[in-house]
C-alpha cells in the first residue's frame, strides 16, 4: 500500500475543506491529514477517497463522509488516554481517527465479514483496536465504564445500556432516527441516573443492527 506525496496533498486539501465547513479541533484534522483513507477503500474508489463523500466498503455498509467522522469526532471531546467505545466499526476508518488522537478504542461491529477483514487489515497499517464480534445495541458491558461512546450508524433511539456503560462525565454521541435521516445527538451523563441532551443537526447512516445473525 502506498502512500504518495499526491495522496498527502488531497489529503492536506480535504482537511481546509472541512476546516472552511467549521471543524476547530485541530487534534482531529491532524488526524484525519494522517490517516490514509485510500487505504480503507476498494481499489476502483482510490481516485474519489479524498472527495467529502461517503463510500460502499461492502455488506450494505459505508465509510463515512470525512466532514461527519470529524464532526462526530469533535463532538466526544477526546483526550489523550480516553477509553472510547466504538459502536459500528466499519471500515475501521473511525477508531483509526480516535486511536491517531491517543484514545484507547474497543469497537464493535455486527456484519461478520466486515468484522473479520477489518480485524485483519488495521494491524496491517499499524492500528490496533479492541475489535469485537457483536450486538452494538448491548455495548461492551465487561469493558464499562467508558469515557466516551460514538455509535457510527442511524439507531431509532438512544439505548439505556450505552447511557449506563458511560462513566459520569461522560459523552455519548449517536446519530438518532428511524427515518433515512436521524439527528446527531450528544448525551452527557451528569449523575447515575441523569444526563444532558444536545441535538446537533440532521446526517444520514445506515442503520444501526440489532440482535440478529448477520454473515
Do not use: W
Given at each position: 500500500?502506498?502512500?504518495?506525496f499526491?495522496h498527502?496533498g488531497l489529503?492536506?486539501?480535504?482537511v481546509?475543506?472541512i ?11 491532524k488526524a484525519i ?5 485510500h487505504?480503507f477503500?476498494?481499489s476502483?474508489f ?13 455488506s ?13 469526532t ?14 459500528g ?14 484514545a484507547r ?6 456484519q461478520?465479514?466486515?468484522?473479520l477483514k477489518?480485524k485483519k ?8 483496536p ?9 455495548g461492551?458491558?465487561t ?22 456503560q458511560l ?6 454521541v ?8 436521524q439527528?446527531?445527538t ?30
Amino acid at each position: 500500500m502506498l502512500d504518495s506525496f499526491k495522496h498527502k496533498g488531497l489529503r492536506k486539501n480535504l482537511v481546509q475543506h472541512i476546516r472552511k465547513n467549521g471543524i476547530t479541533d485541530e487534534n482531529v484534522l491532524k488526524a484525519i491529514e494522517t490517516i490514509p483513507r485510500h487505504f480503507f477503500m476498494d481499489s476502483s474508489f482510490l481516485e474519489f477517497a479524498y472527495e467529502d463523500k461517503p463510500f460502499p466498503i461492502g455488506s450494505g455498509q459505508t465509510i463515512s463522509q470525512p466532514y461527519t467522522v470529524a464532526f462526530q469526532t469533535e463532538l466526544l471531546k477526546i483526550k489523550k488516554g480516553d477509553k472510547v467505545l466504538e459502536i459500528g466499526t466499519g471500515s475501521g476508518y473511525q477508531a483509526c481517527v480516535l486511536l491517531e488522537m491517543g484514545a484507547r478504542v474497543f469497537t464493535v461491529e455486527r456484519q461478520k465479514k466486515l468484522y473479520l477483514k477489518t480485524k485483519k487489515f488495521l494491524p496491517e497499517i499499524n492500528y490496533n483496536p479492541k475489535i469485537f464480534y457483536g450486538d452494538g445495541y448491548k455495548g461492551l458491558p465487561t469493558f464499562a465504564p467508558f469515557d466516551k461512546i460514538i455509535v457510527t450508524a442511524g439507531a431509532p433511539y438512544i439505548p439505556d445500556t450505552l447511557i449506563e456503560q458511560l462513566k459520569i462525565g461522560g459523552i455519548l454521541v449517536v446519530p438518532v432516527g428511524s427515518s433515512g435521516i436521524q439527528i446527531m445527538t450528544r448525551i452527557i451523563k451528569t449523575s447515575k441516573n441523569d444526563y444532558k441532551k444536545e441535538e446537533h443537526g440532521a446526517f444520514r447512516f445506515v442503520p444501526l443492527l440489532g440482535d440478529k445473525a448477520y454473515d
